[in-house]
């Protein structure tokens, strides 16, 4: 007894070696500044965003998709699956006790060369009842390091679920806004509809009266089937960013419901941040960076095969005929034993799993380098495009109003008789996509605020993960 007590202590002494390198973050290269950052940016990045918009239908939206969207639960259920194999690997580390029990009566034969001696019972009892023990002692720390990247993997999973959040909650507000922007669209088509199914009821009634030529009538039919045409394309898209909508909410295909146009939309602010922020805020670069701690452990767990393992056994029950004698003195069994196991010759498995541990971990370095260069482009192809969309949106806007201009000064001199009716076609034909562009434009415009924040990340993703906790 004192043996085994003295060789606990010694192997518990010995128990701090752990092989393996120890995780140090890789060193990388982060830019000073943004290239197109925004000097009226505003400290709003830790905020739940898309409440700026002031619209109570894309409020709703989003804490319907945050309850019931299937990916965030896949996601839940993978952050569930790596808990257990966190639990599975940390159990190791401890001993691991048992028991067992069991009942037998049996007769054997009292003829034959196999009989019974009389001298023996027949038929016999036996009643067994033990406690167990063992203990795997992680002299080299690979239990230890399979915990370590356990640990890491659990870590990535509750990443990837923000970045599921992330994702989800941007996607939500952008196929809202591109119905709102198409919703514009289809009331533009409509009233210019209308507007040429007037000049096509008064072409007509002039045609039948000889005071314009059949060119001039079939001229407005032309313009008038263009701008119908239109108008099933525009229904259609509608109808399909709402189904992809109501995917996303967890909903069947279906209709959405809004209040509001796209000019009752609030302009949300512009967060501010360095490009260091990048690294902490956002939930892919953290998942990028818990894939590698857990690769790096993985190492250690694979060097660890080389040394030998060392493991404690022990038992103590009773063992007897009656079941009333069980509990006596003289029934009472135990036994204790170490073992001690390790590799000799093995044709190179284990340098072949060091190979692949190392390998992999330099895989998930370069997964994490990429995963940064991936953010910082993010963040500035969305500054890049805000930017550059507002310049559009107003370019756009002066195009409108010349067009509606250059529309009514032909109108004046077509019934002037200074001009043909082709120039008001000319006129109405730069006039209806201009204002259709327009639409567009600014449901564009106000899509890349929503790239900006999902691109930043920032503490609004846990906002947006504590709404969803709160929602289940």
């Known amino acids: 007894m004192r043996f085994l007590l003295g060789f606990i202590l ?81 159990s190791q580390i401890f001993p691991q006790f048992n028991y067992s029990g069991g009942g037998t009566r049996q007769r054997g034969s009292e003829a034959g060369a196999s009989a019974v001696p009389q001298t023996y019972p027949n038929p016999q009892t036996a009643i067994q009842g033990q406690a167990g023990a063992s203990w795997e002692i992680d002299l080299w720390g690979r239990i230890q390091r399979l915990t370590e990247s356990a640990q890491a993997s659990l870590l990535a999973t509750e990443e990837a679920r923000q970045g599921v959040i992330l994702s989800l909650v941007s996607s939500v507000a952008s196929n809202y806004i591109q119905i709102l922007g198409l919703d514009m669209q289809l009331k533009i088509a409509k009233r210019t509809l209308e507007t040429y199914a007037e000049s096509v009821k008064l072409f007509d009634l002039q045609f039948r009266y000889g005071q314009v030529s059949q060119m001039t009538l079939e001229q407005a039919r032309t313009q008038y089937e263009t701008a119908a045409g239109k108008i099933p394309q525009i229904e259609s898209q509608i109808a399909q960013t709402e189904n992809a909508l109501s995917i996303l909410l967890g909903r069947n295909p279906g209709p959405i419901a809004r209040t509001q146009t796209i000019f009752q939309l609030k302009i949300p602010e512009i967060p501010e941040g360095v490009p260091s922020d990048v690294l902490e805020n956002r939930p892919d670069i953290r998942e990028a960076e818990q894939n590698l701690i857990a690769a790096n452990a993985q190492i250690g767990a694979a060097r660890a095969l080389y040394f030998p393992t060392i493991s404690l056994t022990g038992a103590y029950g009773a063992s007897s005929a009656e079941l009333s004698n069980l509990f006596t003195g003289s029934a009472r069994a135990w036994s204790y034993a170490g073992s001690i196991t390790g590799p000799i010759f093995t044709a190179g498995s284990i340098a072949g799993q060091v190979k692949y541990a190392e390998a992999n971990r330099q895989a998930a370095i370069v997964s994490y380098e990429k995963a940064i260069q991936n953010a910082f482009a993010d963040v500035e192809n969305a500054l890049v495009s805000r930017r550059k969309l507002a310049e559009q949106l107003r370019a756009q806007q002066r195009l409108v109003k010349a067009s509606k201009e250059y529309e009514r000064l032909a109108l004046l001199q077509y019934k002037g008789g200074y001009a043909t009716y082709l120039t008001v076609l000319d006129a109405q034909q730069q006039l209806f996509p201009a204002e259709l562009d327009y639409a567009q434009y600014l449901a564009s415009s106000f899509a890349s605020y929503v790239n900006i924040y999902k691109a930043m990340g920032g503490g609004w993703v846990t906002e947006s993960e504590n709404l969803y906790l709160n929602l289940e």
């Open 10 to 90: 010694m192997m518990s002494c010995l128990a701090g070696c752990t092989v393996g390198p120890d995780y140090t973050r890789p060193s990388v290269d982060v830019p000073a500044v943004y290239r197109f950052e925004e000097k009226e940016a505003m400290n709003s990045a830790n905020t739940l965003w898309w409440r700026q918009f002031e619209d109570p239908i894309l409020d709703a939206l989003i804490d319907e998709t945050l309850a019931y969207n299937k990916d965030i639960q896949l996601a839940t259920a993978n952050i569930e699956k790596a808990a257990g194999t966190l639990m599975q690997s940390r």
